[in-house]
């Protein structure tokens, strides 16, 4: 079946440390997408992706960085991560039916990071 | 941007009850969906509803777009159902940015 897969699930890592986290997802969608979600504040998007080659920034965008070198795969990059970046990532991705319209979200099933 | 307003905030029902849960947006969308996360924090798509009305076994849907709400009916609950209900809007103006509720608390006790 296709499905959308996050890795790792969980992490536990030191402040200024690099992290990347994986998003696959094998139902050839155009678009992905990274939230984070906190208590407090909801899901809030990082960085999303229409296309390979293709990158934005999101409300929250600052510290965090993404690639999508194919259609599969959007890593999310902490370059130095704080603690402030504490949280649950979620991916998603979704396949764009026109015009104005990211389309129906699927999500996976979240990476929960800790920055000690 | 587009600000969205679930009500309740938090909701404790019976098994078997039914009940509503609202969803206002101070924009005209293109884009509205319900989402369903349950407690081990999985996020599950409900419905894509920017327009009409949808139904997909006890749960059901209604988007009344010209007056900027949706409504997310659950009727004979079961405490499979408890968990956060979010509902997440899109605007033309603000194109691939989901605005997402902050979401109703759900619980439903046997």
């Known amino acids: 079946d296709a499905e959308i897969t996050q890795s790792p699930r969980h992490k536990i890592t030191e402040t200024g440390r690099q992290v990347t986290l994986a998003c696959h997802q094998t139902?050839?969608?155009?678009?992905m997408f990274w939230y984070r979600q906190d208590l407090g504040h909801g899901l809030r998007l990082i960085h999303y992706?229409?296309?390979?080659?293709?990158?934005n920034k999101g409300e929250v965008s600052d510290g965090y960085s993404v690639s999508r070198s194919n259609t599969e795969d959007l890593p999310l990059t902490l370059e130095s991560a704080a603690s402030s970046q504490t949280s649950v990532y979620f991916c998603?991705?979704?396949?764009?039916?026109?015009?104005?319209?990211?389309?129906?979200?699927?999500f996976g099933e979240g990476s929960r990071l800790t920055v000690l | 941007g587009i600000q969205v307003e679930q009500s309740p905030p938090d909701l404790i029902l019976q098994e078997g009850a039914n009940s509503t849960l609202r969803c206002n947006f101070s924009?005209?969308?293109?884009?509205l969906q319900w989402f369903h996360q349950n407690p081990w924090g999985q996020l599950i798509n409900l419905f894509y509803?920017?327009?009409g009305t949808k139904q997909n076994g006890r749960l059901s849907a209604t988007t009344v777009a010209t007056e900027r709400y949706s409504l997310l009916y659950i009727s004979s609950s079961q405490t499979t159902d408890s968990g956060v209900y979010f509902c997440?809007?899109?605007?033309?103006?603000?194109?691939?940015?989901?605005?997402f509720g902050a979401g109703t608390q759900v619980v439903v006790t046997p």
């Open positions: 924009d005209s969308v293109n884009n």
């Open positions: 992706s229409y296309g390979v080659q293709d990158t």
């Open positions: 139902w050839n969608h155009n678009n």
């Open positions: 998603a991705s979704s396949i764009q039916p026109g015009g104005y319209n990211t389309g129906e979200l699927f």
């Open positions: 997440a809007v899109e605007d033309a103006d603000s194109w691939g940015k989901l605005q």
């Open positions: 509803i920017p327009s």
